[in-house]
């Protein structure tokens, strides 16, 4: 099941820009798709791509999100003289016209439905389009904010009506909120909306009083619009992620779309001059990584904002090396998210409660009268904030004012160039099993001397085991030192006892710490939880108890792992903020006999793991049972995971549970937190 990912770009789409001096409108320049190219060319990223051709969007297809008036408005913008074209870019906000740009909006338009069409005809697995004028501010019969024609909102309605997609999602990355999409999809439960955006408290472009998170949608689209207002600017990694976690995952994961567009604009990232945010390029690896299991991998992301040449580059290269599998930076120091960001995602999550159980338990909105919201309005001077890193301090202060730093000033390492190891999997597997397609069989250069074999059985083995045993250990902890050396990326044990396997792992790693999931029926052997590098996160139907230790984290579920949305709640809210703040250098997922998470599940979550420690993930499973050895071989080759269907709500007491658990935990875990501290 080998797919590529699609590239559409066309340098037609670089030929209009500003004809006269406009502050507003002079960022949004043609260099800004040439360097993203460029850096694709450069990095051997756009190589590896299926290059897509780009093509015009039809007048039928444009007026699937706008007026006809607008649409033949715009048709006579190409020969418009000078002064005309002012004229009629004053009609509009923040936005210029050009004689060439009715041609490259519909090519724009184009772009992102050849995309559409490629992916939803499995041509390609998922991909991106890099277009010129960007989208999602455009409405039904206006053009604003750079944007002409709304590419994602009609690639949406597109992909409904030729593609019978019955549930959209758009994740709007972008700094800006893009009303457009929210304006055309208000009242349409069949597109889910999420936007973050900064806001200030409306005093931030485009000042609507509908991007705030109140805003859900209405009629049948109510709880279909998700804002995430930024009120401070210098939100980092750790906001983005945690909003994910908290916000975005819990919902999409219940919606279960069948196509994922992002408007993918990259001035929320560092040094961005609109965006003023912290975040770093590497960051949207993870966020790509995050949403490509949803709608069996079908993502499609379309550029959008993006001001600082540097940071949309290298943001741009962050997000395609993702889509095309290779394994995510590590994303270092992790701290919480920072109040006002904690303020954001709990009246998001509390708006937001009635219509999804995944947040039913939810901390209550603020108790905020209405008229507060204006009075903080009219006493708001500028707009502050941080322009810090995100620190990973267990308590994120809430930001200074620091010295005003011009955003161009801005310095941030370089990525670190991202390497996958030539071998993908390897599988460690009794002679008797049958290897599955596309899989290595593992077997070590050379097998253990005398002495490793009489440590081996003196350290893990009982007196009557068989020279067997001895070298299955051996193999294990060389399969393990290939993955540490980054020769292999990761791997998969069929082990006698997935007990015995996880302690001699946890022992032999050279990790300074690894992170064991453990899914099913303990105990966990003990050894491992002592060990203070292991990192245990157990999830099972066991009674909820206290944490012995902030190493050793029981997640109790009453139905046990079968209850697959109790299940997908715990990995999103708990799981991968825990393994997110960790930073584990490896990740075991233990599997242990009768294990009974169903196999879409299970694969979702070993595809997920592989956003942490460079996709170095070991699982083992149990011998005798053999089932699962394909689904996982095929997650860990990096096939995305099957779609769940839409989630049914999980046991009302164990998301109780989950609430009482983040609660005790969040102290250590600064990235669990979903409420700001005084207002917990
Ligand atoms: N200081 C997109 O990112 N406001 N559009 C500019 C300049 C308009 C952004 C104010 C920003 C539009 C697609
Ligand atoms: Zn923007």
């Known amino acids: 099941m080998k797919m590529g990912t699609a590239l559409i770009y066309d340098e037609e789409m670089t030929k209009y820009k500003l004809l006269w ?57 190409p020969f418009m003289h000078l002064e005309e074209l002012m004229t009629f870019t004053q009609k509009y906000g923040d936005v210029y016209f050009h004689p060439n740009i009715y041609h490259c909006a519909k090519l724009a338009v184009g772009a992102t439905l050849q995309l559409v069409d490629n992916v939803m005809t499995g041509k390609v697995r998922n991909g991106m389009a890099l277009v010129r004028p960007p989208g999602h501010h455009s409405q039904s019969s206006a053009a604003n904010g750079f944007c002409v024609f709304n590419n994602v909102a009609i690639a949406a309605q597109y992909a409904k009506k030729h593609h019978k997609a019955k549930r959209v999602l758009i994740v709007d990355w972008d700094v800006h909120h893009g009303q457009g999409v929210q304006y055309c999809f208000e009242d349409d439960p069949s597109v889910l909306y999420f936007s973050w955006h900064r806001y200030e408290h409306q005093s931030f472009w485009p000042n609507l009083k509908e991007s ?14 998700v804002n995430v207002p930024w009120n401070k600017v210098g939100m980092g990694n750790s906001d983005y992620l945690a909003v994910f976690f908290h916000v975005l995952l819990p919902v999409a994961y219940e919606f279960s779309p069948d196509l994922v567009f992002i408007c993918a604009g990259f001035d929320s990232a560092i040094g961005d001059p609109e965006g003023h945010m912290s975040a770093t390029p590497d960051i949207f690896a993870h966020l790509t990584h995050l949403l490509m299991n949803l709608a069996d991998g079908k993502v499609c992301a379309v550029l959008e904002g993006g001001y600082n040449l540097t940071s949309l580059a290298q943001s741009v290269c962050q997000t395609v090396q993702t889509l095309l599998g290779d ?24 708006i937001h409660k009635k219509y999804w159980s995944c947040l039913q338990h939810a901390a209550a909105p603020f108790p905020e009268e209405p008229s507060s919201k204006l009075r903080r309005l009219a ?38 160039r991202r390497v996958a190891p030539s071998l993908r999997s390897a599988l460690l597997l009794p002679d008797a099993a049958e290897c599955p397609d596309g899989c290595a069989r593992f077997s070590p250069a050379h097998g253990p001397g005398p002495l490793e074999r009489a440590r081996l059985r003196k350290s893990y083995l009982k007196e009557s085991e068989d020279e067997a045993s001895v070298t299955l250990l051996y193999n294990l902890t060389a399969l393990l030192g290939q993955m540490e050396k980054n020769e292999i990326r990761n791997g998969l044990a069929l082990v006698p006892d997935v007990s015995m396997a996880a302690t001699l792992l946890t022992s032999a790693s050279l990790s300074k710490r690894v992170l064991l999931v453990w899914v099913g029926e303990g105990p966990v052997p003990s050894q491992i939880i002592e060990e203070e590098k292991t990192l245990v996160v157990h999830i099972d139907s066991m009674e909820p108890h206290e944490a012995q230790s902030k190493y050793y984290i029981p997640i109790p579920l009453k139905k046990g792992c079968g209850d697959t949305a109790g299940v997908v709640q715990a990995v999103l809210g708990l799981l991968l903020p825990l393994g997110y703040q960790y930073e584990p250098g490896l990740v075991l997922l233990a599997r242990p006999p009768r294990c009974q998470v169903e196999g879409g599940l299970w694969q979702q979550l070993t595809c997920l793991l592989q956003g942490l420690a460079l996709g170095h993930t070991l699982v083992l499973l149990q011998e005798n049972e053999t089932a699962p050895v394909g689904i ?49």
């Open 379 to 416: 006493q708001q001077g500028g707009s502050q904030g941080p322009e810090g890193d995100a620190g990973g301090d267990a308590q994120r202060e809430e930001p200074e004012k620091v010295e005003e730093k011009e955003e161009e000033e801005i310095v941030w390492p370089e990525p670190l």
């Open 327 to 350: 394994p995510a930076p590590r994303p270092a120091q992790l701290g919480g998210a920072c109040e006002s960001a904690l303020e954001s995602i709990h009246s998001a999550r509390s």
């Open 21 to 77: 001096v406009d502050p507003a409108c002079k960022i949004e320049v043609p260099e800004r798709l040439i360097v993203s190219y460029e850096a694709l060319v450069k990095s051997g990223l756009a190589d590896r791509c299926v290059s897509i051709p780009v093509r015009e969007a039809t007048e039928a297809e444009i007026l699937l999100a706008h007026s006809e008036e607008y649409l033949e408005a715009v048709k006579k913008t």
């Open 632 to 680: 996982t071989a095929s997650a860990l080759l990096g096939n995305p995971a099957p779609s769940l269907g839409p989630l049914v709500a999980p046991g009302p007491e164990d998301v109780g549970s989950f609430e009482g658990l983040r609660l005790r935990l969040q102290t250590d875990w600064p990235l669990l937190q979903t409420t700001a501290p005084e207002k917990r």
């Open 212 to 225: 705030d998170f109140d805003n859900v949608g209405s009629g049948k689209g109510a709880g279909f619009n």
